[in-house]
């Protein structure tokens, strides 16, 4: 096993924070099942849902005495590459790749979905590093395509602008098609400026310089989206489990979404808060996202309802997925419960993942008894914009 760099710490720590530990792969080592041999993929590896990510980390050494220009050369447009390279190779190759998770769970690489791969390396140069080769954004691979280029510090910033796994995704598929439209211009520029015509626009049509000032109107305020005390600690929160992943599904659409759509999960999550805490019976919340397909349903319970719960975790699922025709569901039901005298709140999660098929029992049933309130949710547009 390799020793880890220094960056390689800091971008798994940042990958770590930003997708989730359940879905950052940074111990990546494994076995040639045939020959024994042990072979290392990615220094790091992002895996959620179709959104999969490869990266190699490189560092410059205080002790290399080359000159900047020639260790971006060796180092990354040859050695880097080859290893992305080698890692397509690997997922081509071996239909079993076991790696661990910073959660210290298991899984098979092999099974992710990579029609969507997005191959990046990130590097740490000397403090003279040249401005000509920080701008450089993609190394263009005949064998498998576009390589994106970030200096860490870049990278470090559109991770602290974007925050969320969804738009971090968008952004660099964003960022390859704008490459494709103007490649010249845009290693002339800097990372700044794609992230700041990102802010406002996905139209890849012209460069506009103005789009800069978006740093002085662009919201770094998280605070209606926020969502991290949750997900820190939902396999906490989470009842039923039977397997030590069984909530992976469950938080993968919920770190799917982007920040418009997590202020509306919040907001729901928090009524069902307040609501299980009155004295009334209350209709349950919901959303729906297209863009994911996956419906999410909010139930609060009062105290004498509390019983019926996993009656009401699985109908009120099901009856939000089959109304909205979704592929997926995520249900939750809220109640308070008194334990040594103290009053404290469950959360019971349910998921629920089948194509959509009609049951005329179910139109029977909602058709004379709609059980939800009118499902609403207008996307924002220039979401990251004051």
């Known amino acids: 096993m390799k020793a880890i760099n220094t960056s390689e710490n800091v971008i798994s720590r940042i990958n770590s924070n930003v997708f989730f530990k359940e879905f950052t792969f940074a111990r990546n080592d494994f076995t040639d099942l045939d020959s024994k041999q042990k072979l290392e993929f990615s220094d790091n590896v992002i895996w959620l849902g179709n959104i999969f990510l490869i990266f190699e980390i490189k560092e410059r050494n205080a002790k290399d005495d080359s000159d900047d220009s020639s260790w971006f050369e060796n180092k990354i447009l040859n050695k880097a590459v080859k290893q992305v390279k080698r890692t397509h190779t690997y997922l081509k190759k071996y239909p079993n790749i076991p790696i661990f998770n910073e959660k210290g769970h298991k899984r098979n ?120 005390y949750l997900i820190d600690n939902f396999n906490k929160n989470i009842k039923l489990l039977q397997g030590e992943t069984d909530y992976y599904p469950i938080i993968a659409e919920i770190a799917k979404l982007n920040r418009a759509e997590l202020t509306e999960f919040k907001k729901r999550f928090v009524l069902t808060i307040e609501k299980c805490r009155e004295e009334g019976v209350t209709i349950p919340y919901r959303i729906y996202i297209p863009r994911t397909d996956c419906g999410f349903v909010f139930v609060p319970l009062i105290k004498r309802a509390s019983c019926h719960w996993k ?69 924002l547009d220039n979401r990251y914009l004051e």
């Open 109 to 228: 690489i092999s099974e992710a979905d990579f029609s969507r791969i997005q191959s990046i390396i990130v590097y740490s140069p000397s403090d003279n590093f040249s401005e000509s080769q920080r701008f450089m954004k993609f190394y263009r691979s005949k064998e498998i395509g576009l390589i994106h280029l970030f200096h860490s510090e870049d990278y470090y910033w559109i991770c602290k602008y974007l925050i969320t796994p969804a738009e971090i995704d968008e952004y660099l598929i964003f960022r390859e098609e704008f490459y494709d439209a103007h490649p010249k211009l845009l290693n002339e520029l800097p990372e700044q400026y794609i992230l700041a015509h990102f802010f406002e626009t996905l139209d890849t049509s012209e460069i506009k310089l103005e789009h800069m000032d978006n740093f002085k109107k662009v919201t770094m305020d998280s605070s209606k989206f926020n969502l991290s």
């Open 311 to 379: 009656t009401a975790l699985r109908n009120f699922t099901y009856a939000q997925k089959y109304d909205q025709k979704a592929h997926r569901c995520v249900g939750l039901v809220m109640f308070e419960t008194e334990i040594k005298g103290k009053l404290v709140l469950d959360m019971y999660w349910a998921f629920l993942e089948e194509k959509w098929v009609y049951d005329a029992a179910m139109e029977k049933l909602l058709s004379e008894n709609f059980p939800f309130r009118e499902a609403k949710f207008k996307r």
